[in-house]
């Protein structure tokens, strides 16, 4: 068991590493950030002291190494836009963007696990084709278009919901219910085919055959077994609680990180756009881990697996 | 070969029995695939022409613009038929390096096994950790933008699942008789894997290819409607949608046409997909 944490922690620790290296190589050597602070015309002097102070004048190895050195520090940099650090102007971004996401994954939950399991025990019935259409729609529309559409509907036509801002909590619905409908479409077509895997089991049809209700051979036999596979998507959905709102944060003009993303990256604001990519992925790397973790403890058969393939 | 087919008759066309909304996502593609190598034919008015008397004219109005026009009186119709074009020569061109870019690097690792397996499982895995939204926008923003890039871009989206794939498959092909018959006849790996394995292993690798290209399609919509994909002049279905969003109250339409579009093509592109999987590879996920 320890070598199986051992290893999971390892990888999730190369894996942020990769990131932090990817984030310098992209945003330090692809353009120069002098000249698109300051400007093309701005006086060379400028321009010297601006890559002086940021570093920039440094061989490559070196920043590097100092780049890291300043990561594992905290050191994060500081917003060329408005001189603040940048680690502060996401951090008062996050709420925001909580505030979207969590209250949406609860409704992707409460949504799509029921109706999946709903529907893998009762396929073939209209319930299940309703399900499965829903799904494949959720698949095909993309957000802002099912954002763009209510929007159109709730707020240009009915006038019953304020299409963009955040000033009261009316102006959350539209966002969350974007957010939740698109992933509780997965989520339910995700948890129908794990739950439809298991109930083709063997064992399946030994415990119903020795007699057990069907009720019991559903809550104790198939529900734990098809909710292995779930949990990696939810971690996925945990994962991305911070990165999943771009785009729906943007049609609504929400101010959280999704829309700090945007806006950094249309200014190119290198130290914001770093740190939010930094951000995204240790979230990412942290909800993937404990869900190997939750893994290794569901399922004796992974951690046994791990140890030998280790 | 050919004399069994001459010895039996009939099945020679029988198309594939399908269901019908498998077969009316056919004829969407070959709609949408038509007007896009049509593009320059069938625009009734240059894309970018304007027409500053005639503006926000909602469709049906007039025959002159069937799907109306925009705010600056440019013929939606025109700009939907372009914009089909080019959202589905990134797509294409997307997917099409993406699959040979994991094919291949899926080749190597079940290949040379060792090292190079690890780290092509490795960077897999840093592409499978992190969303691409967030890897596309910060290389887009800072490489600046145009379209060779934006194609080489998304042609990283989906690579690890064709390469885990490929390794996968290559290696229990490997394992079975007629690659080690090739290979003690004395065949270059390149000639083992391209002309014997490939062809084994295409049908699983295209039905990949239908299940990640409507994610391209998406995808690059999704960053055109941020206004960080196709740049202006130029333009897409979602850099059309992105646009039309400031009109959502006076003038729907110039959105609603592209939405519809990316909509029907995503949706008859996956349940094409799907039912392929189903009939070809039961076993993809």
Wanted: aromatic share 8%; glycine share 8%.
């Amino acid at each position: 068991m320890i070598r199986f944490i051992l290893t999971r922690l390892l990888r999730a620790f190369v894996t942020i590493v990769l990131v932090v290296t990817f984030a310098f190589v992209v945003l330090r050597l692809s353009g120069d950030p002098a000249t698109i602070i300051l400007g093309p015309e701005a006086p060379p002097e400028a321009i010297a002291a601006f890559r002086a102070s940021w570093g920039l004048d440094q061989p490559v190895m070196v920043q590097y190494v100092q780049y890291f050195a300043a990561i594992f520090q905290g050191d994060l940099g500081m917003s060329m836009r408005d001189g603040r650090p940048a680690f502060d102007l996401v951090m008062e971004r996050i709420p925001a963007t909580l505030a979207l996401t969590i209250p949406a994954l609860f409704l992707k939950l409460a949504l799509g696990v029921p109706a999946g399991v709903y529907a893998a025990l009762h396929q073939g019935t209209a319930f299940d084709r309703t399900v499965m259409v829903a799904a494949v729609m959720g698949f095909a529309v993309p957000s802002f278009v099912l954002a763009l559409g209510l929007v159109l509907v709730f707020a240009v036509n009915l006038g019953w919901l304020p299409s963009g801002g955040r000033d009261t909590v009316w102006h959350a619905i539209l966002p969350i219910i974007t957010l939740g409908l698109g992933g509780a479409a997965a989520l339910a077509r995700f948890t129908r085919s794990a739950m439809l895997e298991v109930l083709g089991q063997p064992y399946i049809r030994t415990a119903s055959s020795k007699g057990l209700a069907w009720a019991v051979v559903v809550r104790s036999h198939a529900l734990p077994n098809a909710a292995i596979p779930t949990v990696t998507l939810i971690g996925f959905l945990v994962g991305s609680l911070i990165a999943g709102a771009i785009v729906v944060e943007s049609v609504f003009s929400w101010p959280g990180v999704g829309r700090l993303m945007v806006v950094a990256v249309a200014n190119r604001d290198l130290a914001v756009v770093q740190c939010i990519l930094l951000l995204v992925a240790t979230t990412m790397v942290t909800s993937n881990l404990i869900v190997d973790l939750l893994y290794g403890a569901l399922d004796p058969r992974l951690r046994h697996g791990a140890r030998a393939a280790a | 070969m050919t004399d069994i087919a001459t010895a039996t008759p009939a099945p020679a066309l029988r198309l594939p029995r399908m269901p019908w909304y498998v077969a009316l996502g056919m004829g969407w593609i070959i709609f949408v695939l038509a007007v896009a190598l049509l593009a320059d034919v069938i625009t009734p008015y240059v894309f970018t022409a304007m027409d500053l008397k005639y503006r926000l004219v909602p469709p049906f109005e007039t025959w002159a613009h069937p799907l109306g026009t925009d705010e600056l009186g440019r013929d939606v119709l025109s700009r939907l038929i372009v914009s089909i074009r080019v959202s589905l020569l990134i797509a294409f061109g997307a997917t099409v390096i993406s699959a040979v870019l994991g094919t291949t690097l899926g080749f190597l690792a079940a290949h040379f096994r060792g090292i190079v397996e690890q780290a092509v499982l490795m960077l897999a895995d840093f592409q499978a950790a992190l969303p691409f939204l967030i890897l596309a926008l910060s290389v887009l923003a800072f490489f600046g933008n145009s379209l060779p890039l934006l194609i080489g871009l998304m042609g990283l989206y989906g690579w690890e699942r064709y390469a885990r794939i490929a390794r996968g498959l290559a290696i229990s092909a490997s394992a079975q008789g007629y690659a080690t018959a090739i290979t003690q006849l004395g065949a270059t790996p390149q000639r083992v894997y391209l002309r014997h394995i490939l062809p084994n292993i295409a049908s699983t690798l295209i039905v990949s290819m239908t299940l990640i290209f409507p994610e391209v399609i998406l995808l690059e919509s999704g960053l055109s409607f941020l206004g960080l994909g196709v740049q202006p002049p130029m333009t897409s279905l979602g850099n059309m949608v992105g646009y039309g969003r400031e009109y959502i109250t006076r003038a729907a339409w110039i959105m609603l046409c592209p939405a519809t579009v990316i909509v029907l093509t995503t949706l008859a592109v996956s349940l094409v997909g799907d039912w392929l999987r189903d009939r070809l590879d039961p076993t993809l996920g």
